[in-house]
């Protein structure tokens, strides 16, 4: 298994507060990657990385931001907790970022904003 | 932009039968083509991927072709098992930077004993 571990599993937040998740990898690879996993849309891209302090938008990064200072942690903030965003957030790592490459997931966070 | 359409689930079939989840993709250029399969309270994991046009990929008994004429990557199994069942995401990258990945919405596949 690949070394990818995400903290916390669980968390339950309310309406306005903002959350932190956070993401570690032991495999020293380049890339990383937030997804959010809904019923019916499958996952979908957040922010991805591509080496420290090197980030970009995904497809739903309204609401969230992230950081990465060290190659091995990512985190994800969700600035503002809204009830939307209640879902199943899992982290990525891949090794190359040219197409192609095997993406290797994390167990994922499971947060409810009430 | 990209998309993928994979069957709606759940597919509930009795162990031994076949399998075939339908996936159909829209994308620029030749994008890659993964199948990703999600157990229980876990991560995905890759299943099998194909990178180019005709190319077929397979695992665990699993296959499915890449058909670039009509644009389909679907998943078979010619007889499947009770520990089979989990949720099944078709998924593509386009070549390029970032190697990102948009998926369907994902198949739950059930089978009985």
């Known amino acids: 298994d690949a070394g990818i571990t995400q903290s916390p599993r669980h968390k339950v937040t309310e309406t306005g507060t903002p959350v932190t998740l956070r993401c570690h990898q032991t495999?020293?690879?380049?890339?990383m990657y937030w997804y959010r996993q809904d019923p019916g849309h499958g996952l979908r891209l957040i922010h991805y990385?591509?080496?420290?302090?090197?980030?970009d938008k995904g497809e739903v990064s309204d609401g969230y931001s992230v950081s990465r200072s060290k190659t091995e942690d990512f985190l994800l903030t969700l600035e503002s907790a809204t009830s939307s965003q209640t879902s199943v957030y899992f982290c990525?790592?891949?090794?190359?970022?040219?197409?192609?490459?095997?993406?290797?997931f994390g167990s994922g966070t499971q947060l409810s904003v009430l | 932009g990209d998309s993928v359409t994979q069957m709606e689930g759940p597919v509930t079939l009795s162990e031994e039968a076949f399998l075939t989840i339908n996936c159909t993709y829209t994308?620029?250029?030749?994008?890659?083509l993964f199948w990703y399969v999600q157990y229980p309270g876990e991560g995905l994991q890759l299943l099998l991927k194909?990178?180019?046009?005709?190319d077929k990929g397979s695992n665990k008994g699993f296959e499915a072709t890449y058909r670039k004429e009509t644009t389909s990557f679907h998943l078979e199994k010619g007889s499947v098992q009770v520990s089979d069942s989990a949720v099944y995401f078709c998924?593509?990258?386009?070549?390029?930077?970032?190697?990102?990945?948009?998926f369907g919405g994902g198949t739950r596949l059930m089978v009985k004993p």
């Open positions: 990525a790592i891949s090794e190359g970022g040219t197409g192609g490459e095997k993406l290797f």
């Open positions: 495999e020293n690879h380049r890339y």
């Open positions: 990385s591509y080496g420290v302090k090197d980030t």
């Open positions: 994308a620029t250029g030749y994008p890659s």
């Open positions: 194909a990178t180019k046009a005709d």
């Open positions: 998924a593509l990258s386009s070549n390029g930077a970032g190697n990102m990945l948009t």
